[in-house]
């Protein structure tokens, strides 16, 4: 159990971000013990080759590799640094990466068990070259795992905020905390963590703490320390479906609104982005567009930005029509 300290000050500094380096970090654990991550199985099938021709899964000479353990494993601290909010870009994530001080990279190596592996000493012994090749290592992983299938996963993530930034509305920080995952609580002024290998200290002050929402992580959640900020990264909501093939709507209502309207409201079972409607449903991203319109006319569905985006939802009108004709 790791209980990371929250003072009414650091309570009032819990936010949301997004980051890339998280999802390269956690799928590097998937693609280690695949059976512990089910969900990501087509996934793992269809990337792993890729990888291993480009010989970033070489337990000798990958180092992204030789640093990221299967759970329930140490994973280093400095292999994410806190991403800095909800529009992530991997090529700031890497200059950060590249800029750690070598004493913090030598200290969270020395947390490792077992003899360094020859690519992992080279790292201790220079810090700065070594981050420089795992930064490119990190950089080829995003092209051949990850940056084909970003859209849809950014559109879990944007959806997962637009849903957590609902609940602490309502609820407030606790309802908020409280609902993460089976393995987090709130106690008191504490962050009670049901977590191995994860030895994140008290938020200090001027810190906060930092809420990762992620696919690559379900089921379980990372908790780490950066500096003076702690993250927890969480398994995001939909992760479920995030590689099902495009939906079917009941017959009977596509009868009704048409087969392309009615397989969007299927698809809505959470906010979701114009592209991802498009990706789940089949249907061009022109199409989402004029649909959406109509269904937001007559009622059946509402549209609110997230950031950049544009999340649409069904109304309770909508679900009554899909429970009905189903």
């Not at 990706?279 to 989402?288: E, I, Y």
């Amino acid at each position: 159990m790791v209980a990371i300290g929250l003072s009414a000050g650091a309570v009032a500094r819990v936010r949301f971000a997004l980051s890339g380096l998280w999802e390269v970090m956690a799928g590097v654990r998937v693609l280690r013990d695949p059976g512990r991550h089910a969900i990501h199985l087509p996934w793992a099938a269809r990337v792993r080759p890729r990888l291993a021709d480009a010989g970033l899964l070489d337990p000798e000479a990958g180092l992204l590799w030789r640093l990221v353990p299967a759970a329930p494993g140490y994973l280093p601290d400095f292999l994410t640094p806190p991403p800095a909010g909800l529009d992530p870009d991997l090529a700031e994530e890497l200059a950060t990466l590249r800029a750690t001080r070598p004493e913090v990279v030598r200290a969270h190596l020395d947390l490792l068990p077992g003899p360094r592996p020859a690519v992992v000493a080279a790292l201790y012994a220079d810090p700065v070259a070594g981050l420089a090749r795992l930064a490119a290592e990190i950089d080829a992983y995003w092209r051949l795992a990850v940056a084909d299938d970003w859209p849809r996963i950014r559109a879990v993530l944007d959806a997962e905020v637009f849903h957590r930034a609902r609940r602490m509305a309502e609820d407030g920080t606790a309802g908020l905390l409280n609902d993460l995952h089976e393995l987090v609580r709130w106690e008191g002024d504490a962050l009670l963590v049901s977590q191995r290998h994860c030895p994140a200290p008290d938020v200090p002050e001027g810190g906060g703490l930092v809420l990762v929402p992620s696919v690559f992580v379900w089921p379980s959640v990372l908790s780490i320390a950066a500096g003076d900020v702690s993250q927890l990264a969480y398994p995001a909501r939909g992760v479920g479906t995030l590689w099902e093939t495009p939906v079917r709507a009941p017959d009977a209502l596509g009868a009704v609104l048409g087969r392309g309207r009615a397989r969007l409201l299927a698809a809505l079972d959470a906010p979701r982005s114009t592209t991802e409607l498009a990706r789940r449903t089949g249907l061009s991203p022109a199409g989402v567009s004029q649909h959406l319109t109509a269904l937001r006319a007559a009622g059946l569905v509402v549209t609110r930005r997230q950031g950049r985006s544009l999340l649409s939802s069904r109304t309770p009108v909508a679900e009554a029509l899909l429970g009905a004709s189903a």
